[in-house]
């Protein structure tokens, strides 16, 4: 099929929930992709922040295809040693005692709160159920992630929505002491708000999070959905707020590229969730889980982190020599760019597309999520096409 074969069938049987740009891809190498009529793209997005080693790593695609020729599903009722291979890689690391897996970053959220309600119901009573979460946030699209989502154009539609949330302005430490009373039994924040503009959280305000979720015996909650997996240069991003939360979820990035989401639970909530209180048909699938062992061995590595935090500096700097950007924000390889007067997003974005770089928006910002493997020349590349584009 070439390109126009696959846009009509797609736009003829697919639901229509997302607003395409005019292009299909079928095969990549690291950070470039290609349409069937062999038209090359520089890829500043892996897929919103999936594919971390880019496209068809190849140590990935070994890892994935023997574990799809040994055993591909069991269910959760037996284990399998990709499984615990993930889970020991990850609480090693991280000092975490112990995961949940999903399959995605709502499913992630959805695990992390249902921490936090039940720890709150039973360390201080049945009233204690709210959770506090940040305007501007975004933390999944099911029922209730939605709800902890705080922008209210997610809040349409899909009534009664699931109750027990309440916001509070990022930064605001008054407005988070008042929001807390006894029916809060959690926190849950992004660290960069990423879906809301690539917007980093004032490290003092989230250390007072962390306080107050100490102080009031909270759980304390961090959406590593977007943030996670050495996207912004350390492996989770709280390590550089100097906090530690009790709760962390993760998915994106983790699997490289297959679905897998995952909660991890300290020893305050470790064992809040027992037998049938929560599960998963397909979380912690093992081929999923046999690519997430691969990109953990990788992204682990402190000399491959520390490459993502030197490509982060390179690329700011690139994208501040471009006249049309004013401002640059994010950590690691998640930055954002605020473009000038009279130019949109939305626009741009489609204008790279049309010109061989694909970007991602975040509201009003360009947002870059490329595969933390791409290199230099790759990055110079795309900050071409990038600044032509911005030329117009
Ligand atoms: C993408 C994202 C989610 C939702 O993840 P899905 O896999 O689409 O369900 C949740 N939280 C954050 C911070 C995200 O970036």
Redesign the pocket.
Known sequence: MNSMDIQKKDSKYIANTYKRFPVALVEGKGAVAKDPEGKEYIDFTSG??VNSLGYADAGWADAVAAQARRLQHVSNLYSTQPDVEVAERLCEYTGFSKVFFGN????A?EGALKVARKYGMEKHGARCNTVITLRNS????TIT?LSATGQDSFHQFFFPFTEGFRFVEAGDIEGLRDAVDETVCGIMI?LIQ??GGVVPVDAEFVREVARICEEKDLVFAV?E???GIGRTGTFLCYEQFGVKPDVV?M??GIGGGLPL?AVMMNEKTADVLGFGQHGSTFGGNPVACAGAAYVLDRVMKPEFLEEIRNKSEYMKKKLLEIPQIKSVTGLGLMLGAELEEGLTAGETAGKCVEEGLLVLTAKTKLRFLPPLVINYEEIDKGMEILARVLQG
């Open positions: 919103i922040g995605s970053g709502a499913e959220n975004f933390h999944g699209r992630t992004e990423g879906e959406d959905v977007q943030t979820s998915a994106k989401g």
